[in-house]
């Protein structure tokens, strides 16, 4: 009988990196080719002025334009980048289930992201940022979720 393939995607705003798990007492594995990491500019390097402002049309009164929090968009294209990716391989077959472990605003980015077929494939969520642990230390902090 083919094990079960689950996926579990560590990630952050920054980087992520997927691993596999076929079962209890098989651990976790990184998965070739599913280790991402992007450059984050800092706000204040891509917008350098101030918000701009507008006039209203009925009155002679002046409002700031709300500003926009590009650091946070470059989060999200890149959890939307990831949520592409990881419904590729469900599609393809690759594996069967998911385990997402991020941030809480990473989570919501990549639960929006993914695709319905993908998120039903979704097993569990954790709202923890374990993108600095090594494999053997991630898989403690899952045992809860997953037999590892």
């Excluded at 690759?94 to 941030?103: D, G, S, T």
């Excluded at 980015?109 to 374990?130: F, Y």
């Excluded at 642990?133 to 991630?138: C, P, R, S, V, W």
Aim: glycine share 6%.
């Amino acid at each position: 009988m083919k094990p079960i393939v689950t996926w579990v995607l560590i990630a952050d705003g920054k980087r992520a990196t997927v691993w596999s798990h076929t079962g209890p007492g098989h651990g976790l594995n990184p998965v070739n080719g599913m280790a991402f990491e992007t450059e984050l500019h800092a706000s204040r390097d891509i917008v350098s002025d101030k918000p701009g402002r507008v006039q209203e049309s009925a009155y002679s009164a002046h409002h700031a334009v709300e500003p926009v929090d590009y650091h946070r968009l470059e989060k999200a294209a890149f959890a939307h980048e990831i949520a592409k990716r990881l419904d590729a391989a469900l599609e393809a077959g690759q594996c069967k289930r998911l385990l997402l472990v991020a941030p809480p605003q990473t989570l919501a980015e990549l639960r929006h992201s993914l695709s319905p077929k993908s998120r039903q494939a979704v097993i569990a969520e954790v709202d923890k940022d374990l993108t600095h642990l090594k494999g053997t230390d991630i898989a403690k902090h899952l045992e809860t979720v997953l037999a590892v």
